[in-house]
């Protein structure tokens, strides 16, 4: 729920910056070992936001791979099925490269 008031806070802030505009749209970017539950945290958005003064802003969720980097060849790669491999040249010296964020990625506003 913390993260979901966070956002809507944001979007107030930007809002505040072009007056008499109305905030449409949001969009956050959540990588896949962020600890958020995509679903859960529009759950909360939309319950925050009914009958708020921001009703019906619309949630946009993008979802981010995890990635790794490879200390070898500096190559970065999406991580599947836990294979931290690297698939350049296939060595297992990588580490944690990204898909752990959660990035405000825009708000969409109307103005009047």
């Known amino acids: 729920m913390s993260i979901a008031a966070a956002v809507l806070e944001a979007v107030r802030t930007e809002t505040a910056l072009h007056p008499g505009a109305r905030a449409s749209k949001v969009g956050l970017r959540i990588g896949e070992v962020s600890g958020v539950e995509p679903e859960s ?10 009958g708020s003064d921001l009703d019906p802003l619309a949630l946009d969720l993008e979802l981010v791979n995890r990635r790794n980097h490879c200390r070898n060849c500096g190559a970065d ?11 350049e040249c296939g060595s297992f010296e990588t580490e944690p490269a990204g898909g752990d964020e959660i990035d405000l990625s825009y708000v969409e506003l109307e103005e009047p």
Do not use: E, K, M
């Open 77 to 87: 790669f999406a991580v599947v099925d836990y294979n931290f491999i690297c698939t």
């Open 41 to 50: 945290l529009r759950f909360c958005f939309d319950a925050l936001v009914s």
